[in-house]
């Protein structure tokens, strides 16, 4: 059921697409610049866009156009708008030449009679800049006939988005030069300038001085210090606290006459 649903649909759509092109090869001459009307078909349609600007309708690659068409049924009975398309023609009106067809949008509503209904219809574009001719058309469907009516015939300009500097692609592309640029230049650097600059010498490291060895009977001492001896053994006074080396100083005692003799006490007969 549901490939037969989508066979269905393409087959529609296909019909559309086919409805779409006649309708502008036979009204592409004409240039209509109002609201169109069938013949057979008491409903008319208007376009309109909202993000229009005064000098006129402009096409941003990569960002959706949103159009709003506007239908009137002044027929007793009420219709069925069952498809919305367009296409984009070259702007000569001598010899058109279709450029790219849009995306044709599914809605099967009904419009009551004497009723209005407006209807979104959204496309993107991704084309170069340049001046094109936009078609836009709704098929109409009313006891089982289909009609075509044109929505819109109209110069349409094609322009790039306005470029911001946070853009990442554009952040990426700014990175990518810059290191170009900076590798560039160290290599002209390297290459050409560098050479005729005097080279600085690095300083010769000092030879370390000579250990002096003093010798000492049979002691050696690698420092410049004094060597002291002591009796049979000799040592290197550095080496030794200054507290250590200070030799305590004589007491003087003082005579208070003549000194007891520590003999035995003479005896007296």
């Known amino acids: 059921m549901g490939?037969?649903?989508?066979?269905?649909?393409?087959?529609?759509?296909s019909q559309a697409a086919g409805v779409f092109a006649q309708a502008v090869d036979a009204d592409i001459d004409e240039e209509l610049e109002s609201p169109s009307t069938s013949p057979a078909l008491a409903v008319t349609v208007e376009a309109s866009f909202p993000d229009a600007e005064i000098f006129g309708i402009k096409l941003v690659n990569g960002k959706p156009t949103e159009s709003v068409l506007s239908f009137m049924n002044e027929e007793p009975e009420p219709v069925?708008?069952?498809?919305?398309?367009?296409?984009?023609?070259?702007?000569?009106?001598?010899?058109?030449?279709?450029?790219?067809n849009l995306t044709t949008a599914q809605y099967a509503i009904e419009i009551p009679?004497?009723?209005k209904q407006s209807l979104p219809y959204r496309f993107t574009t991704n084309m170069h800049p340049q001046d094109l001719r936009l078609n836009l058309?709704?098929?109409i469907s009313s006891h089982n006939t289909f009609y075509t009516l044109q929505a819109f015939n109209g110069t349409v300009t094609i322009v790039e988005p306005d470029a911001s500097i946070f853009d990442p692609q554009l952040l990426f592309l700014y990175f990518f030069l810059l290191a170009c640029a900076v590798g560039v230049g160290y290599f002209f650097y390297t290459i050409w300038i560098a050479p005729y600059f005097p080279q600085k010498r690095k300083p010769a490291k000092k030879a370390a001085a000579p250990v002096?060895?003093?010798?000492?009977?049979?002691?050696?001492?690698?420092?410049?210090?004094p060597v002291v001896?002591?009796?049979s053994k000799k040592y290197n006074?550095?080496?030794?606290?200054s507290h250590h080396i200070q030799r305590p100083e004589a007491r003087r005692v003082k005579s208070g006459?003549?000194?007891?003799?520590?003999?035995?006490?003479?005896?007296?007969?």
Request: charged residues 25%.
């Open 80 to 100: 069925v708008v069952q498809f919305v398309g367009g296409s984009l023609w070259s702007p000569d009106l001598a010899n058109p030449v279709i450029v790219r």
């Open 3 to 13: 490939r037969f649903l989508d066979l269905a649909l393409l087959l529609l759509g």
């Open 113 to 115: 009679a004497g009723e």
């Open 229 to 231: 001896s002591t009796g």
């Open 137 to 139: 058309a709704a098929v």
């Open 212 to 225: 002096k060895k003093i010798d000492v009977g049979q002691v050696t001492s690698d420092s410049e210090g």
């Open 257 to 269: 006459g003549r000194p007891k003799s520590r003999g035995k006490p003479e005896t007296t007969i």
């Open 237 to 241: 006074e550095e080496w030794i606290p």
